[in-house]
Structures are given as structure tokens and as C-alpha cells.
């Protein structure tokens, strides 16, 4: 699902991989996020290829003595030792970065694709069928980003129409030279932090970069720490003003949970082992990285070593016939699980925080396929979940009728083991033992075909 990948930073505002920082708070138990005043504009702005391209803001020497220090304060301050290649810094204007956003976009990422993450989020309810989620991504990596950091190509990027850096930028420079440095000492690619590794397995990607997102969070916690009373009130006012930061209700609510896991929830999760024994033990975390969300959310199960347990993913190419496609197949994790039930589409499906956390905190481990028809234009889901015990199945199972109550209404067909609700498609979830089986398609004599392909639930 290429919203894991582009959106979660995937994520939203770190597109191909970028490691960024974007403005968001924490409201209670929530995320509001900070959005560019424009960044819902009904179109993209068009680009007339011959015009002459804006000139880069070119910092002064003032400024290039700033960044010396701040990278010195990093790597005293972090511990980790740059290597001979170093780190090629740069700085974008806005509208250097729409141009790069938007060349970036039109090499890695077609329409096709995008339509397709739309119906794999779609059929899972975290997004209404036909949302232009290609511009979300555009407008929040073009203008939600202060700066990043670019494995690929191990560049250093501010972005400001300003080239001098004021207090946030200061900021959010030192946690994105903390992400070269991570990058140069623990190579991100080995530790599946690639678009190869999400592909492979999504959870242990969210993992790691829940690791080093929680890493960066809180050395520039750390950094902010050391600033003056007056660099202090400049940081907010960019931070949480940033004149154009506000237009947070017309974003998909799942969306904004999702970008923040990985700074929020990672920063926890890292300040765990700083506070056992500073930067050296959160090094020794780096030499045995989290494998799933449900470690991030749970650190007592990162160090027991509960890993996620593997589940069979069948083949379902030839049970559907001809004229389906596979669109998707990885992980859902038990974070995408607490989102489907607390931070849907609808609203009115949507459950309470603690309950929806309760009932995904069983999950033991999962895999999931998405085909799509075409010509028929009809979507299929398949989602096959093992619960850390038998009671933990029942938990969702109940959770889900919910949830399933609240998006599709009274269910069409109960009977052992189960229960089915009529939507876009044929929506049943199966339960036996430990096992949950969520099954979506046109109708219900193919729910039954695909549900004979899953022998632990039938």
C-alpha cells in the first residue's frame, strides 16, 4: 500500500523515503496537524516548462557558521561520528520544492498506482472511494516540510524561501543531521528502511523508522532544551503559527494519527532507553531494531522478543479467475489495526480510543491481499489475523461488529463462527480460535470460495 510507503514517511510528508520534519501537535490523545493554508487548493498549481527557474536561497556566511555548529552540537551531543564522505546540505525555496515534489512524483508514482492505493485504503475504510489522495501527497511533501534528509542521495535539505534560519529551522536541521548520521552508522537500506524493505514487510519498516524518528525527536527535544527564552518564543511562533499552519478538519483523520506514530510514539519508545542509560543504550537498540508497530507501542514486548508470529498469505490468483489483479499484499500491524476501528472514514463507525486499542493490542500477527476487477470495478479483501490468545480474537471479533455496525448497519448474515454487513462490497468476519478472517468482495458465494483458501479459519 503505497501510503505506507509515501505517507507514514511513508507516511504524508516524506515521499520517496524522505526523512522529514513537518509541524504537528498533540491534542490530548490525538494529532492535530499543521497544514499549509493552501494545501487543499482544489488543483495543483500547473508549471510552464520554460519558464526560469527560481534561484535558491543562498545562505550568508552567518548561516553556513550556524549549521557548522549545529552539526558539531549533534555529534557531541549524539555520539555518533560522521563518516569521510560527510553530507551534502542544500537549501530549497518553496517552490524549488513543488518543482521537485512534482519531478519526483512523475518518475516513481503513476495515476494507476495512486487510484489503487485509494481502493486498498477504501475497502478498509480509512478513506472515502475516489479521494485525490495524489495532490494530498504533492501538497503535503511540497509545502508540510521544513526539511529532510534524502537517503538516496544522503542530501541535507532546507526548506525556506529564507536563507537565514530562524529557530525551528535550527531545529529541525539538527534532527535531520541526526538522520545522516544514523544513516551513515547504521545504514538504513540493511535495516530494511528502503522501499524494498516496506514492500517486503511494512511492520518491521515502521519499526525502524519508528526507531529513528523517535531518535531524531529527541535529540531536537534536546536541542530545543538548549535554547534561549527569546530563540524559544521564536521557535513556537514558527512551530505553531507558521502563518499558514491550520487547515487540519478537511485532512483524512487516519492520515494524521499515521504521519505522527513514528515521531510520537517513537519518541516514547526511545526515551525509554535514554533514560536507562543515555545515548549508548539507545545505541544498543539500533544493533537489535523493533520489528513491528506493536514493539513500538509496547516496549516490554520488544524486550521479551516478541516478534510477529508468520501467517500464511494464500495464493488466491486462480480462486478469484480471470480478470483480477493483485494490488496490494504486506502487514497490516496492530497500529493500522487500532486505525481501521478508532480513525475511520466514517465517523460514525468510529470506536472509542481505548477500546479500539484494546482490541488491537492482542494482534500476534497478520497478512493481507488486495485484488481489484477492472472492468467490474469491484474490490476483494483478504485479511487473516492471529491473536496472541483465543480470548484476544473474541476481543476484536466484538470490537469489529462495532465498528462494522457503525459503517455498514445491522448485518446482513450471522451464524457460527461469524457475521457479514452489506457495504460497497460484502464485508464478513470469521473468527475461530485464535484466528480473525476479514473477508470483502461483490457477493457472498465468492466470500465463500475465498474463505475455503484459508483453512486455519473455515
Known sequence: MRSRHLLIGAALGCAALFLCACAFLLVGGGVSFLVARDVLDPALPTRDPNRTPPPAPTPGAETLAEMDAIQAWVIRQRGLQPNDDGVTRRFLSREQMLDRTLEMFAKETTPEEVADDVRVLAVLGLLKPGTDLYRIYVRMQSEGVVGFYDPETGELVVVSDDSHLNAYERSTFAHEYNHALQDQNYDFEALGFSEEGWEADSERAAGVRALLEGDSSLLDEQYTA?????????????????????????LPPFLLQDFAFPYTYGKEFVRRYYDEGGWARVDEVWADPPVST?????????????????????????????????????????????????????????????????????????????????????????????????????????AFAEYAGGRFGEPARTGAGGACWEGAERHCLYVRGAHTLWLAAPDQAMIDTLRAAFPDVE
Open 226 to 250: 538548549t535554547l534561549s527564552a527569546d530563540e524559544k518564543r521564536e521557535y513556537d511562533r514558527q512551530a505553531y503559527s507558521l502563518e499558514s499552519f491550520l487547515l487540519v478538519f478537511r
Open 294 to 398: 506493536e514493539q513500538i507501542l509496547h516496549p516490554g514486548r520488544y524486550e521479551a522478543g516478541d516478534d510477529p508470529l508468520p501467517v500464511p498469505r494464500p495464493v488466491l490468483t486462480d480462486t478469484l479467475g480471470s480478470g483480477w489483479r493483485q494490488i496490494d499484499q504486506n502487514v497490516m500491524g496492530e497500529w493500522y489495526t487500532y486505525l481501521i476501528l478508532a480513525w475511520g472514514d466514517a465517523a460514525r463507525a468510529r470506536l472509542p480510543d481505548d477500546q479500539a486499542a484494546s482490541a488491537a493490542e492482542g494482534w500476534g500477527g497478520d497478512a493481507y491481499t488486495v485484488f481489484h476487477n477492472d472492468e467490474a470495478d469491484q474490490t476483494v479483501l483478504a485479511l487473516h489475523t492471529e491473536w496472541d490468545t483465543a480470548a484476544d480474537a473474541d476481543e476484536f471479533a466484538a
